[in-house]
Every structure is written in structure tokens, then in C-alpha cells.
């Protein structure tokens, strides 16, 4: 039991876990920001051209409900409340949209770090040194020497 504890721990405390768990925190708190763009601001313009008091109340429905006399409710209706999914869907589009902006800037980063880094080690490698006439005569003595 332990060795499991002390198994856990180190995965646990693993930097990348750590990163991991800040990610699903900020994540959803972004999911909340993402959501409430979608109910306050994009629903209601949505509604505006569907002409409908609330988007989310979009529905098909397949048997209307049964009514008694006094107006109470005896069989409820069937329908297909369509709204919420879309909607959902419009939260989804905005997610995946704003990660794939998140993640596109990060490789357009990451490239550009990398080309630094091979601009730099082309700058730091160490020059050739220019042949002089001296060092072209030394060649040329060298191998008249091994003839």
C-alpha cells in the first residue's frame, strides 16, 4: 500500500499533471464565459431574427398537451425542444474556434522560437578563416613534400 501511495504521489506531482489540472480549471472557467456569451449576447440576437422571445424555447411539437376543463394539465406535451442543442452547439463552435486560435498562435510562436534559435546557432558558429597566400603556399610545400 505504500509503494502505491508514494506511486500516486509522484504522478501526482509530476509538472505536467500540474499543468494539466490549471488547464481544466482556466478551461472551465472559460466554458462559463463561453456560455454565458451564448445566452446574453448571441441567443438574444439570434431570437431578434427568428422572431422569438427566447431562443432556447425553439421546439417541434409532436402531441400537443391534453387540458382538463379548470386548464390543468392531464397528459403533458411530446416535443423535440431543439433550441438548447443548438444552442449547445453554438457554445461547442465558439469552444473548438477559440482553441484552434489558441493553438495556432502557440505553433506560430513555437516556429518562430525555433528559427531564432537556428538564426543564433549560425551566428555563433565559428567563422572559417580566410586563406591567405601564406597558408595556400603551406598547402601547396605539404604536397610537393609527400611527392
Same mark, same amino acid.
Do not use: C, H
Given at each position: 500500500?505504500?509503494?502505491?501511495?508514494?506511486? #500516486?504521489?509522484? #504522478?501526482?506531482?509530476?509538472? !505536467?499533471?500540474?499543468?494539466?489540472?490549471?488547464?481544466? &480549471?482556466?478551461?472551465?472557467?472559460?466554458?462559463?464565459? &463561453? @456560455?454565458?456569451?451564448?445566452?446574453?449576447?448571441?441567443?438574444?440576437?439570434?431570437?431578434?431574427?427568428?422572431?422569438?422571445?427566447? #431562443? @432556447?424555447?425553439?421546439?417541434?411539437?409532436?402531441?400537443?398537451?391534453?387540458?382538463?376543463?379548470?386548464?390543468?394539465?392531464? =397528459?403533458?406535451?411530446?416535443?423535440? @425542444?431543439?433550441? !438548447? #442543442?443548438? =444552442? @449547445?452547439?453554438?457554445?461547442?463552435?465558439?469552444?473548438?474556434?477559440?482553441?484552434?486560435?489558441?493553438?495556432?498562435?502557440?505553433?506560430?510562436? =513555437?516556429?518562430?522560437?525555433?528559427?531564432?534559435?537556428?538564426?543564433?546557432?549560425?551566428?555563433?558558429?565559428?567563422?572559417?578563416?580566410?586563406?591567405?597566400?601564406?597558408?595556400?603556399?603551406?598547402?601547396?610545400?605539404?604536397?610537393?613534400?609527400?611527392?
Amino acid at each position: 500500500m505504500r509503494k502505491f501511495l508514494n506511486d #500516486f504521489k509522484a #504522478f501526482a506531482l509530476k509538472g !505536467n499533471i500540474l499543468d494539466m489540472a490549471v488547464g481544466v &480549471v482556466v478551461g472551465g472557467a472559460f466554458g462559463k464565459i &463561453v @456560455t454565458s456569451l451564448v445566452n446574453d449576447i448571441i441567443t438574444p440576437l439570434i431570437s431578434l431574427l427568428t422572431g422569438r422571445v427566447s #431562443f @432556447t424555447d425553439l421546439k417541434w411539437v409532436i402531441n400537443p398537451a391534453v387540458y382538463d376543463e379548470a386548464g390543468k394539465v392531464i =397528459q403533458a406535451e411530446t416535443a423535440l @425542444t431543439y433550441g !438548447n #442543442f443548438i =444552442q @449547445t452547439i453554438i457554445d461547442f463552435l465558439i469552444i473548438a474556434f477559440s482553441i484552434f486560435v489558441v493553438i495556432r498562435l502557440m505553433m506560430n510562436a =513555437q516556429k518562430r522560437m525555433e528559427a531564432l534559435k537556428k538564426k543564433e546557432e549560425i551566428e555563433e558558429a565559428p567563422a572559417e578563416p580566410e586563406e591567405t597566400e601564406i597558408s595556400i603556399l603551406k598547402e601547396i610545400r605539404d604536397s610537393l613534400k609527400k611527392d
